[in-house]
């Protein structure tokens, strides 16, 4: 496990800037005019430091995936910045950005339609044989192709295809969710014991919270396409402040009977809105239990709230909510 | 076999409903399937049985046979290639396997219901989900079209989907997947089934629809005093709501216990090592323990007892011998030599 890794004064590998992607939605065959657009992502910021894990929770179509496509630059970004070492990578292309995706790699969902069906392990890889030993593969697997290993295997040909280039950053997006448990409890353990020895930073999109939580340093919790939440695991999952991810954590099955009766849970009523025509205001108000006519007219602010402000309680972190107010809901305290 | 009246403005009691009797028993159940590359055994001597008003969650990773089990059940298996050599499967002390098409089709969708994981694949995408809902109406019951379209109106409300009469016409992929799923689980309760299968019914759900949904699933099974077979991966989901758990690896049921007992103090090393091996919600623990190795395959699976290479505990006996499922106490078993030491920690 990771020694807290936090220090603010460190500088920021990856420093994200208000990042936003609007995919258009056009009309029409030949003419085709834009009447509107999905708003995947918008305007998100964050910090990533060396050596950390930086956990991104949400549910289908929050934007998480978007997100690790913008930092990878596999999709251009309708506006923002991402810093790297101080360079906006956004802007970057040809051999620049090259030079940049050696040090940002990514390890994907489905470890078997991402890697190529016809090249063996050793081809894909590149060197090899010390690699797959280091994510704990028989080196004599070199000459195999993809079809011939189990889903836990497969997604070690993934990292280790991502740690091929010595890479400084790694992104993964949903890495375990397609594995078995006993085989998920492999891999996590892999990615821990590699971070430690390589002092590699994290980008970890899940959207399963009680992996997150294991594995990250600080979480962000993300709802349509903005930024809900985000401090320290403790700060989240202990002293949400955030009502949607209060109902998140509450809705998370543990699994421990004792619990059923005990555990407060929050049923939200109704699902997502459209990414492509959000309310007004504060994205979650359709959803939420608290919700007043200021949520509607005021876009609430990714800040910490006034009301924690200066205090050293742990509800004090970033919170985009008018009414921002501590709840356990996950019964630790 | 009368058909069955439901008590339905008065909630049914859980005790009421055991002392009903067993539903449905699973006797010894065999399912090889006969491919090019040999026979694979997906299931080998299965028992399990459910009561009126009871849930029972079986529990398995892939390939450990807990969906076989439930397609031999609901006569859903494609024979061939699926072969059942052995076994027998009782709803209400009558053997289906003993029954001629006609008279298990009658049990099919009206006595037992199954709900499958992937509710988009499960609809037809050219019918309306009206259409589909009032099927079971008008080739079970020979309603009229406009009765049957009330019917399905009426379920969908049940279900809590919002603006029902309006969105009865709709295709199912004006639906979100939370509203397709509920679309599901009103189609397998529209002819008021007395058992419901749950293959996997929220996996391909977010969480905070996952908890809608299991909420209406065990609100109507309380309302209709169903049994339920969970079926599911999530030990996080088993422990919200079942009675009893069976738990699966490679084809056999390697331990049986009711909820708290299992979770509390586990008799078999496998469930020991995947309770040990999931991360918590609620505390921030240290290295995950893992279960080192692979599931086993099926074509080839390890003489003796089938767990043993990934075992902590294994010794001559465990790769020689399988292991019988001993009882551990009552209404408790273990397929495991070593249960004694286990269940001791």
């Given at each position: 496990m990771a020694e807290p890794k936090k220090d603010a004064r460190r500088e920021p590998i990856l420093e994200v800037r208000n990042l936003v992607k609007h995919f258009p939605l056009t009309q029409g065959i030949l003419f085709k005019k834009q009447v509107g657009a999905v708003k995947a992502v918008d305007g998100i910021s964050f910090e990533l430091y060396q050596g950390e894990t930086l956990g991104i929770v949400g549910e289908s179509g929050c934007g998480k995936s978007t997100v690790a496509k913008l930092l990878m630059n596999l999709?251009?970004?309708?506006?923002?910045?991402?810093?790297?070492k101080g360079q906006d990578i956004t802007k970057l292309s040809g051999r620049a950005l090259k030079a940049v995706r050696r040090n940002i790699q990514m390890v994907f969902q489905d470890p078997y339609t991402s890697l190529n069906p016809r090249m063996t392990v050793g081809d894909i890889i590149g060197k090899v044989q010390e690699l797959l030993d280091v994510v704990g593969l028989n080196p004599e697997y070199v000459n195999r192709y993809p079809h011939q290993f189990s889903g836990g295997q497969r997604q070690r040909i993934g990292i280790a295809r991502g740690l091929a280039l010595n890479p400084e950053i790694i992104i993964c997006d949903e890495p375990v969710s397609a594995l078995d448990v006993s085989?998920?409890?492999?891999v996590i353990n892999l990615m821990e014991k590699l971070q430690d020895e390589f002092n590699l930073s994290y980008l970890f999109i899940a959207h399963d919270l009680s992996i997150v939580r294991h594995i990250s340093d600080r979480v962000g919790v993300m709802y349509l396409g903005k930024m809900a939440e985000i401090g320290t695991d403790e700060q989240i999952y202990d002293h949400p402040t955030h009502p949607y991810t209060q109902a998140l954590l509450s809705a998370v099955p543990v699994p421990d009977p004792d619990a059923r009766e005990g555990r407060e849970r929050i049923i939200l009523t109704g699902d997502v809105p459209s990414p492509a025509n959000p309310p007004s205001g504060c994205r979650f108000r359709t959803r939420c239990w608290k919700a007043q006519d200021k949520c509607a007219e005021e876009l609430p602010l990714l800040a910490i709230p006034e009301r924690f402000a200066g205090s050293d309680s742990l509800a004090a972190h970033e919170s985009a909510c008018h009414f921002a107010?501590?709840?356990?809901?996950v019964g630790a305290a | 076999m009368t058909t069955i009246s439901k008590p339905a403005d008065v909630p049914a009691q859980r005790d009421q409903g055991k002392s009903s009797g067993t539903l449905l028993e699973v006797r010894d159940l065999h399912v090889e399937f006969h491919t090019r590359d040999g026979v694979v055994k997906a299931v080998n001597g299965v028992n399990y049985s459910v009561s009126a008003g009871e849930t029972l969650a079986v529990l398995g990773e892939s390939g450990s046979g807990k969906s076989?089990?439930?397609q031999a059940i609901m006569g859903i298996l494609d024979m061939p290639p699926a072969k059942i050599p052995q076994g027998e499967i009782l709803f209400r002390?009558?053997?289906m396997l003993k029954m001629s098409g006609e008279q298990r089709r009658k049990i099919r969708g009206a006595k037992i219901a199954m709900i499958f994981q992937d509710a988009l694949s499960s609809l037809n995408p050219v019918l309306s989900v009206g259409y589909q809902l009032g099927e079971m109406f008008r080739v079970h019951q020979g309603l009229s079209k406009k009765a049957a379209k009330a019917k399905s109106v009426e379920l969908m409300d049940r279900v809590k989907i919002p603006a029902a009469s309006k969105r009865v016409d709709d295709y199912p992929h004006q639906f979100s997947g939370g509203m397709r799923q509920r679309i599901m689980i009103a189609m397998a309760l529209a002819l008021e089934p007395d058992l419901i299968i749950a293959d996997e019914p929220t996996t391909a759900l977010d969480v905070t629809v996952q908890a809608q949904v299991m909420d209406l699933l065990a609100d109507l099974q309380r309302e209709f005093n169903m049994g339920l077979i969970l079926i599911t991966h999530d030990l996080g989901v088993v422990a919200d709501v079942a009675d009893k758990i069976a738990v699966m690896y490679a084809g056999r049921i390697v331990e049986h216990a009711p909820v708290h007992e299992l979770y509390k103090n586990p008799a078999h090393p496998y469930t020991r090592g995947l309770l040990d091996s999931i991360p918590r919600l609620d505390q921030k623990g240290q290295e995950l323990y893992a279960i080192k190795g692979l599931p086993p395959n099926l074509l080839n699976t390890p003489p003796g007892c089938a767990f043993n290479p990934r075992c902590p505990k294994a010794q001559d006996v465990c790769r020689t011998e399988v292991p019988p499922l001993?009882?551990?106490?009552?209404?408790?078993?273990?397929?495991c030599h070593f249960w004694e030491e286990t269940i001791n920690g």
């Open positions: 999709e251009r970004a309708t506006s923002g910045e991402v810093f790297y085989v998920q409890a492999q107010e501590e709840k356990d809901v | 076989v089990t439930a002390g009558q053997d001993h009882t551990v106490a009552d209404g408790r078993g273990s397929a």
